[in-house]
């Protein structure tokens, strides 16, 4: 059976090449016709002896994803449907900021963190995606983009799924998408988001690796966060912010703490004061994030004087805030949504 080619990283080609007595040097050449002029056959690899190009045919494909549908936001924001080969839906989104385009990529086919208020967990994960998918997201986008001349430059990943649940795939899957060989996406420019798996957290911090970490907060206590994250019931934020500073201590790198800002439910003062607790000492930011609604969920976001008051409370608390700029407000802007109502018909 065929392998995917974007499977691979550098190491596995260079070992492919190897043990069929092929000069590495030709791995280079492999990742730029794959990643930099992105090519969808070996024979268009001009520059291969045709013998390689042959035995890259006899043993991989490459594959792309199909576009089954996509949104695209008055913003610029560009949420895309893709069908994967074995029939299987995820999403990604374009983002478009000041400072260039941003991509947000799922991890999993659906997801099973059950989060109170997500739409991702609408429907429940079925599988990991594999390690060529991931990069395929980043792949498929940045081809889009060479439509109009414009580069990919940032990558998050808080789409569908929990990154760290598919742990081993998504690092490697983001090697080859740092590589520079490949899409050559830095390092400070990537960041992984978790719903706190705290084991992972402690792995992840001994990867000494320069990838932003973001943790999915939402609550400022035990109690709020069990109700919003059934995460919380198996990691209190004792437990959590244990691996939290573990990892700053390590890797000595900022980390970011997404907080979705829920009406009536976590943007009260009290929850001003319990984040400026929790935060102390750290080199961390909050990152308020308007909430999108879900018509399946029972909660609304905060409104805009709201957000600009519980704002306001942690900054006069001396905790490092920002907010983030609502996009794809106008189509199915919250993760997992489009191929919800997709997959209702």
């Keep these: 059976?065929?392998?995917?080619?974007?499977?691979?990283?550098?190491?596995?080609?260079?070992?492919?090449?190897?043990?069929?007595?092929?000069?590495?040097?030709h791995g280079k050449q492999i990742f730029k016709w794959?990643?930099?002029?992105?090519?969808?056959?070996?024979?268009?690899?001009?520059?291969?002896?045709?013998?390689?190009?042959?035995?890259l045919e006899e043993d991989f494909i490459i594959p792309s994803l199909e576009l089954v549908t996509k949104q695209v936001s008055s913003d610029g924001t560009t949420k895309y449907l893709f069908k994967l080969e074995d029939g299987a839906l995820i999403e990604s989104v374009?983002?478009?900021?000041?400072?260039?385009?941003?991509?947000?990529?799922?991890?999993?086919?659906?997801?099973?963190?059950?989060?109170?208020?997500?739409a991702s967990g609408l429907l429940k994960k079925q599988r990991n995606l594999s390690v060529g998918e991931i990069v395929l997201q980043v792949l498929q986008i940045q081809i889009y983009l060479d439509e109009k001349g414009e580069r990919l430059g940032n990558l998050v990943l808080m789409g569908t799924g929990e990154p760290f649940d598919n742990y081993d795939n998504v690092m490697k899957a983001l090697a080859i998408?740092?590589?520079?060989?490949?899409?050559?996406?830095?390092?400070?420019?990537?960041?992984?988001s978790t719903c706190g798996l705290v084991p992972m957290i402690y792995r992840f911090a001994d990867e000494g690796v320069q990838y932003n970490l973001a943790i999915s907060l939402h609550a400022s206590n035990?109690?709020?966060?069990?109700?919003?994250?059934?995460v919380a019931k198996a990691y209190s934020l004792k437990e959590l912010f244990a691996a939290i500073k573990y990892y700053s201590e390590k890797n000595n790198r900022r980390i970011t703490f997404e907080y979705l800002l829920l009406n009536d439910v976590n943007d009260q003062t009290k929850n001003a004061d319990e984040l400026k607790e929790l935060l102390h000492g750290l080199n961390a930011y909050i990152n308020l994030i308007p909430y999108n609604t879900v018509k399946e969920k029972d909660y609304s976001s905060s409104g805009e004087r709201a957000t600009l008051n519980f704002y306001d409370m942690l900054k006069k608390r001396g905790v490092a805030v920002t907010l983030?700029?609502?996009?794809?407000?106008?189509?199915?802007?919250?993760?997992?949504?489009?191929?919800?109502?997709?997959?209702?018909g």
């Design 1 to 25: 059976m065929k392998q995917v080619v974007y499977d691979l990283n550098f190491d596995d080609l260079k070992e492919y090449l190897e043990k069929n007595g092929i000069k590495a040097f």
């Design 34 to 55: 794959l990643y930099e002029k992105r090519v969808k056959s070996f024979d268009l690899m001009s520059d291969l002896p045709i013998k390689l190009r042959e035995k």
């Design 94 to 118: 374009l983002m478009v900021f000041d400072y260039g385009n941003s991509a947000c990529l799922s991890t999993q086919v659906g997801c099973n963190m059950g989060c109170s208020f997500c």
């Design 177 to 192: 998408i740092n590589h520079p060989f490949a899409l050559e996406i830095g390092a400070r420019h990537i960041s992984i």
């Design 222 to 230: 035990d109690e709020l966060r069990k109700e919003l994250m059934p």
């Design 324 to 344: 983030r700029q609502k996009k794809g407000d106008d189509i199915d802007a919250a993760c997992g949504q489009l191929r919800a109502n997709y997959n209702k």
